[in-house]
């Protein structure tokens, strides 16, 4: 807890604008939780290289977050802030598990097998499922309102949405009525 806090506020004090990790464990209040999970994991804190890892803002509609590293080294945290609290503390948890299952199993090495046994242990040890992919509603409704009309069918009328156009090159049915898809144009 000690060691989370003196982190935080050398970063805070050196005027970065960054957060890093140990400073989102505060924000999010998740000092107990972390600190007993590594603590059952007979660590007395975190590594310093995690509580001074940078967590960056992601604007990714379709992504949550993710632990990024660049050979040995770990790099910061991705995480997509506009989602409900509680996806974003099991994202958070879900990607500061990589950093541990990097920096504690796999020292000095590339990061491998990113959700293998390594990364499970330290996603049950923080309470969090050990699953691939979160999922969050806010997200979903923010991926569908970016939607936009890409064709039209003419039989029918039908729109069809998507995040893109669709490439130029090729024909398009409309399954439901066999009609003609004709791609609305860019102005
Ligand atoms: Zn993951
Ligand atoms: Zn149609």
């Known amino acids: ?15 970065k604008k960054i957060m890093n990790v140990a400073q989102l464990v505060c924000k999010l209040n998740l000092q ?10 007979g660590k007395s804190g975190l590594p310093a290289r995690a509580a001074a890892l940078p967590v960056h803002r992601s604007h990714a509609l379709k992504r ?15 995480l997509q ?6 996806v974003l ?3 958070f948890l879900h990607e500061l598990a990589h950093c541990l ?8 090495k590339r990061y491998r097998s990113a959700h293998g046994r390594g990364w499970k242990h ?17 997200l979903k409704r923010l991926h569908a309102e970016r939607l936009k009309v890409v064709a ?4 029918c009328g039908f729109e069809l949405k998507r995040l893109k156009r669709l490439p130029r090159n090729r024909r398009y049915l409309h399954p439901k009525c066999g009609g003609r898809l004709v791609p609305v144009r860019e102005c």
């Not at 107990?32 to 994991?41: D, I, K, T």
């Not at 802030?81 to 509680?86: G, K, L, N, R, T």
């Not at 299952?101 to 000095?108: A, E, F, K, R, V």
Request: hydrophobic share 40%.
């Open 1 to 15: 807890m000690q060691l989370l806090a003196r982190n935080a506020k050398n970063a805070q004090s050196l005027g």
């Open 32 to 41: 107990s939780r972390v600190e007993s999970a590594l603590a059952a994991n």
């Open 64 to 78: 949550l977050g993710s632990y990024v590293a660049r050979g040995e080294e770990p790099v910061a945290i991705r």
């Open 81 to 86: 802030f506009a989602v409900e609290e509680e």
């Open 89 to 91: 503390i099991d994202t």
């Open 101 to 108: 299952d990097h920096l504690l199993n796999q020292p000095g």
């Open 122 to 138: 330290w996603a049950e040890s923080f309470g969090i499922d050990p699953v691939r992919c979160g999922e969050s509603a806010t």
């Open 152 to 155: 039209v069918c003419k039989r």
